[in-house]
């Protein structure tokens, strides 16, 4: 009868630590089906940008630069398999240390799309009357999801009254390039207009001169007659000279006008 109870014992000890062994091994199990769907997820695009479509989900107004005196940035996630809820935090660099704009924190919900395995997450950072608008330059956006960074996107918070300048800067620049063409233009013009009466001028003492060879004229009017068509002939040039040489000069003020011009940029 003892030996009975002894073998009976021994059987339940065996069960016991069986049953144990099974359980911890099926918590292994779930442990790693729980962090490998944890783990999912895909970043499919990220983009900054203004806004979505309700619709259709997808980013509208996608840019890399926002103006100072815009109300806010948005930035825009596409996600597979995705999370219930995603982080954004915002960076900017002041005196070239990172910083975190704890104004741009937010944790939002993901949006999924009725009939499929993504979703996209989208929140906003304000701009205007904020941080950024007096931090303009170089910032960052970084996306975490259960704690841990999932992307980064790169922007810039551009000063508005500096664009400004800038962009007056180059209209200037350009209408004084249109002016001095028009001069130019205007020169080229009357020097034209000059060289072709000289050019008519210079055709008729040469059909004079041709006539010659078939009349009997003094030694005195041909000498007159030649002595003009010389004269003729430095003047010809020296018009087509100076106008060449105007052509040139107003071309290196130009030239100069828009180096210096954009050396000052």
């Known amino acids: 009868m003892k030996v009975t109870l002894l073998k009976r014992g021994s059987i339940e000890s065996n069960m016991n630590k069986f049953k144990t062994g099974l359980v911890a091994m099926l918590a292994i199990m779930f442990t790693i089906v729980g962090v490998t769907a944890v783990h999912a997820y895909t970043i499919e695009e990220k983009e900054m940008c203004y806004g979505y479509s309700e619709t259709t989900l997808a980013p509208l107004g996608e840019t890399e630069a926002f103006l100072t005196t815009q109300e806010e940035a948005g930035v825009w996630l596409k996600i597979s398999n995705p999370p219930d809820k995603v982080t954004f935090k915002f960076y900017y660099t002041e005196n070239n240390i990172e910083k975190e704009y704890t104004g741009g924190?937010?944790?939002?919900?993901?949006?999924?799309?009725?009939?499929?395995?993504?979703?996209?997450?989208?929140?906003?950072?304000?701009?205007?009357?904020?941080?950024?608008?007096?931090?303009?330059?170089?910032?960052?956006?970084?996306?975490?999801?259960?704690?841990?960074?999932?992307?980064?996107?790169?922007?810039?918070?551009?000063?508005?009254?500096?664009?400004?300048?800038?962009?007056?800067?180059?209209?200037?620049?350009?209408?004084?390039?249109?002016e001095e063409k028009e001069q130019?233009?205007?020169?080229?013009?009357?020097?034209?207009?000059?060289?072709?009466?000289?050019?008519?001028?210079?055709?008729?003492?040469?059909?004079?001169?041709?006539?010659?060879?078939?009349?009997?004229?003094?030694q005195t009017e041909l000498y007159d007659l030649t002595r003009q068509y010389d004269d003729l002939l430095r003047d010809y040039s020296s018009t087509r000279m100076m106008m060449y040489a105007s052509i040139v000069v107003a071309l290196v003020a130009v030239i100069v006008a828009v180096y210096f011009g954009v050396m000052k940029k």
């Open 105 to 178: 924190y937010s944790r939002v919900d993901v949006i999924e799309k009725e009939g499929t395995n993504w979703g996209i997450a989208f929140s906003t950072m304000d701009i205007s009357g904020k941080t950024p608008e007096f931090n303009p330059g170089y910032w960052t956006c970084k996306a975490y999801i259960d704690g841990e960074p999932a992307a980064i996107l790169n922007f810039n918070v551009v000063d508005y009254d500096n664009i400004s300048e800038q962009v007056a800067s180059i209209v200037e620049s350009f209408n004084t390039l249109k």
């Open 184 to 218: 130019l233009e205007e020169a080229n013009a009357g020097f034209e207009a000059i060289f072709e009466e000289q050019e008519e001028r210079f055709d008729e003492q040469e059909a004079q001169l041709e006539d010659l060879e078939d009349s009997t004229v003094s």
